[in-house]
């Protein structure tokens, strides 16, 4: 298509129950609408994604691992190990690629321990609380900032 690898897209726990999963919070698309809706959009942009989707926090940071040398970018809705795991905030950093970190909710307006991110912390850029259509947005700045068509988000870029 574009010489790009393709864009993984990372889903953690919980993440295989949408649609069912309190739909006042998460919406009513499943994680295979989801999926659906980023591979139309990635490929009217010309660009292949891939998917990925694990309850367990160490299968996330393998997956991760393996998109070192196969991706080039990875979408990543981490769910609540967001707010908990170092092990996948070191595994996106030896990844090396550019990371978008996405949520369906916007959860700074959800409870308190919701409002820290060890994944921001590698993250381009973070989108959220546009629930299905915070992949859809993500998959766009991830192509965008891949063809440098935007501006990395960083201070030090
Ligand atoms: C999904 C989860 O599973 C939560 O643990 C996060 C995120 C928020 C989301 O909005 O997609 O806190």
Same mark, same amino acid.
């Given at each position: 298509?574009?010489?790009?690898?393709?864009?993984?897209?990372?889903?953690? &726990?919980?993440?295989?129950?949408?649609?069912?999963?309190?739909?006042?919070?998460?919406?009513?698309?499943?994680?295979?609408?989801?999926?659906?809706?980023?591979?139309?959009?990635?490929?009217?942009?010309?660009?292949?994604?891939?998917?990925?989707?694990?309850?367990?926090?160490?299968?996330?940071?393998?997956?991760?691992?393996?998109?070192?040398?196969?991706?080039?970018?990875?979408?990543?809705?981490?769910?609540?190990?967001?707010?908990?795991?170092?092990?996948?905030?070191?595994?996106?950093?030896?990844?090396?690629?550019?990371?978008?970190?996405?949520?369906?909710?916007? &959860?700074?307006?959800?409870?308190?321990?919701?409002?820290?991110?060890?994944?921001?912390?590698?993250?381009?850029?973070?989108?959220?609380?546009?629930?299905?259509?915070?992949?859809?947005?993500?998959?766009?700045?991830?192509?965008?900032?891949?063809?440098?068509?935007?501006?990395?988000?960083? &201070?030090?870029?």
């Amino acid at each position: 298509m574009t010489g790009l690898r393709p864009i993984l897209v990372l889903n953690g &726990p919980n993440l295989n129950m949408l649609g069912v999963r309190e739909p006042h919070i998460y919406g009513h698309h499943t994680l295979g609408d989801v999926e659906d809706m980023c591979r139309e959009r990635a490929a009217a942009l010309g660009v292949e994604v891939t998917f990925g989707q694990s309850n367990y926090e160490g299968e996330l940071v393998g997956m991760i691992q393996q998109a070192r040398d196969g991706a080039s970018g990875i979408v990543i809705n981490p769910g609540a190990y967001t707010h908990t795991s170092v092990a996948i905030y070191d595994a996106l950093k030896l990844a090396e690629l550019p990371v978008i970190e996405v949520h369906l909710s916007n &959860p700074h307006r959800r409870e308190e321990f919701r409002h820290h991110s060890y994944i921001s912390l590698v993250a381009e850029g973070i989108v959220a609380g546009f629930g299905a259509r915070s992949f859809v947005m993500a998959i766009e700045g991830m192509v965008g900032y891949l063809r440098r068509q935007v501006p990395a988000g960083g &201070p030090g870029d």
